[in-house]
């Protein structure tokens, strides 16, 4: 698609008869003038933006002067959830899910989306998935559809109980950890470059860091070249497996400390 022009509703514009024009304005009578307008001059490939303000500074009345355009107009509307997924303070893949539904029941026919913040990290891929579930929703007439990754970190159903082995059953509470005579590990993510750092330090050498992708695959290199002990490396690759979700998730990783914190509850400060 090719980048539309802005047209101010105030003043007339020349523009080349092949143009592709994006009107943006408040007023649905204003908008249909204006389309109307160009129609008349010989302009054919219109879109509107109905300017879409965020909760709770318009979005209602945005969101009705889109149901009024769609009525009034017979042009592709734009829905800018961009103006929405930066300012709300809230995980993007969420307020897409449910902006996403809001859109193609106002009569939008584009979903407009920017990724301007770290914030809304992979917004781009969410708001396409979540387009994607929004029109398989209406086509079957239900908000409820079991094709959707936008549960990132929760999930539609609840976990199944687990089966209860024979044999001993050993409660275990918090254990102080024994320290590894062979070094110690300093675990970071480079987000920029998409890796997981491990660094060694073994006692009385110069350290060393490992860098990939895959957790396991990071703590074999480890233990292949030093030798740790089983406790340490149980612990390493603990770390290792949160640096992951900390880099599929875009977030900040910090060794010791919790990747999820849940809004219901603290998370334990006992050590693991």
């Not at 086509?139 to 409820?144: I, P, T, W």
């Not at 209860?164 to 059953?169: A, D, M, N």
């Not at 992951?244 to 060794?255: C, D, F, H």
């Given at each position: 698609m090719p980048i539309g022009l802005t047209v101010e509703l105030t003043r007339e514009k020349r523009l080349p008869g092949d143009a592709f024009i994006m009107v943006s304005g408040e007023r649905p009578e204003e908008?249909?003038?204006?389309?109307?307008?160009?129609?008349?001059?010989?302009?054919h490939k219109i879109v509107v933006d109905v300017s879409?303000?965020?909760?709770?500074?318009?979005?209602?009345?945005s969101l009705e002067r889109l149901r009024r355009a769609s009525g009034l107009l017979s042009v592709p509307l734009v829905f800018s959830a961009a103006n929405v997924a930066e300012e709300v303070q809230a995980d993007s893949h969420g307020v897409h899910a449910l902006l996403a539904l809001l859109a193609l029941e106002a009569g939008a026919s584009l979903y407009y989306v920017v990724e301007d913040s770290y914030k809304s990290y992979r917004s781009t891929a969410e708001a396409a998935e979540?387009?994607?579930?929004?029109?398989a929703a209406?086509?079957?007439?239900?908000?409820?559809?079991?094709f959707?990754?936008?549960f990132v970190v929760k999930q539609p159903r609840k976990p199944p109980k687990p089966v209860?082995?024979?044999?001993?059953?050993v409660s275990v509470g918090y254990i102080p950890p024994a320290m590894d005579n062979a070094g110690y590990a300093h675990i970071q993510v480079d987000h920029e470059r998409g890796v997981i750092m491990l660094?060694?330090?073994?006692?009385?050498?110069e350290p060393v860091t490992f860098e990939g992708r895959k957790p396991t695959s990071l703590l074999r290199a480890l233990t292949s070249r030093f030798p740790v002990s089983c406790e340490h490396a149980g612990y390493i690759g603990y770390e290792l497996a949160?640096?992951?979700?900390?880099?599929?998730?875009?977030?900040?990783?910090?060794?010791?400390?919790?990747?999820?914190v849940p809004v219901w509850g603290e998370p334990d400060e006992g050590g693991c």
């Open positions: 908008l249909a003038s204006a389309v109307g307008g160009l129609r008349s001059s010989g302009y879409l303000s965020p909760p709770p500074l318009g979005l209602l009345e979540a387009v994607s579930y929004a029109s209406k086509a079957l007439l239900s908000a409820r559809i079991p959707t990754r936008l209860h082995p024979e044999g001993e059953r660094t060694f330090y073994p006692r009385g050498g949160k640096a992951e979700i900390a880099l599929l998730l875009g977030k900040t990783y910090i060794q010791d400390s919790p990747v999820i």
